[in-house]
């Protein structure tokens, strides 16, 4: 029997994928877990924890009690976010990922799951097409954390076996929960303002493009990935994964086909330099080959789809 903890529930990643696991695997068969109290308002069936994943004994205890066979590690402090704690950014997004690597090579963990980003390039990245193996050379905390944790990974999986997988992340977009401090977060703010009929300030300026992709899709991508027979991974330190590329400008034009009042002005910040060091499109040639990797959503289908997602919710709410 499948059983899932979920680190790091309350975020993007982890709000639509301890959904989705519970669809997979069962209800009694998913525990999600965060440093704080949190509830699931669609599925108050789901098992919660409050959990430390920088406390050892305290994680061990948790997988060891529950029975855990695999662990979604999504804890993490994201690249806007670590630029103002570095120190403890670096600690954070280090540590919790050996805890987790050291359970699985004592053997309490058969399969692991950690997210990689396309913060892991840059400035002297090749910027279009970026390929999976090519020169790194992050500038941010985040993007130093992630480049160290995928060659954690892989040293783990060659020295011990470790059954660790990842995916390289671009933005991720979607309606289920606000942005947690990332570079790209710029075009989810966009959307949920044109869904209240609000105007946008961009803190990037208006022909930044990067990658995106629509949170169903990476949440396809996790599950994809998790079920794919051992042998037939071929990477482990971390998967290139793409679906499509954008700039503020080019969002604003297909919003308003949608809200033709919507607009967009700029106030770039600090985040700037960040996205300015990050690839504008992702060769994912080898997840296609490797497992048949494959977005479902194009431009025109995320930005109609996380619009509509969000009037919805709003609906919900003052209901």
């Known amino acids: 029997m499948r059983k899932a903890l979920v680190i790091g529930a309350a975020g993007q990643i982890g709000t639509e994928l301890t959904y989705r696991l519970s669809e997979e695997l069962g209800t009694d068969n998913v525990i999600a877990s965060d440093i704080s109290e949190l509830y699931f308002e669609d599925q108050p069936n789901i098992r919660t924890v409050i959990l430390d994943v920088l406390d050892f004994e305290l994680l061990k205890s948790t997988i060891l009690d529950n029975d855990i066979s695999e ?189 033709p009042a919507f607009k967009i002005s700029y106030e770039p910040d600090f985040r700037q330099s960040i996205a300015d060091s990050w690839p504008h499109s992702i060769d994912d040639s080898l997840a296609r080959n490797d497992w048949n990797w494959n977005p479902k959503y194009n431009f025109e289908s995320l930005v109609k789809n996380i619009i509509e997602g969000f009037k919805k919710k709003v609906l919900i709410v003052t209901r």
């Open 71 to 259: 662990v979604y590690h999504l804890a993490a402090t994201l690249s806007a976010n670590a630029e103002k704690n570095p120190g403890f950014s670096w600690h954070l997004n280090m540590q919790s990922l050996l805890n987790i690597l050291n359970l699985a090579k004592e053997g309490h963990i058969s399969k692991i799951f950690w997210p990689s980003s396309v913060a892991v390039f840059g400035t002297d990245t090749p910027k279009e097409n970026t390929p999976q193996f090519t020169l790194m050379n992050p500038n941010t905390v985040y993007g130093i954390s992630k480049s160290a944790g995928e060659n954690w990974c892989n040293y783990y999986y060659e020295k011990y076996g470790v059954d660790v997988r990842s995916l390289r992340f671009p933005g991720l977009l979607g309606y289920k929960s606000d942005p947690g401090g990332g570079t790209t977060d710029y075009a989810l703010w966009a959307l949920k303002n044109s869904s209240n009929n609000l105007p946008y300030v961009s803190f990037l300026s208006r022909e930044t493009t990067l990658p995106m992709m629509h949170m169903e899709d990476a949440i396809d991508g996790i599950i994809q990935l998790m079920n794919v027979p051992n042998s037939d991974i071929k990477i482990r330190t971390s998967y290139n994964i793409s679906s499509v590329s954008f700039s503020p400008t080019e969002l604003e034009k297909e919003i308003q086909k949608t809200i």
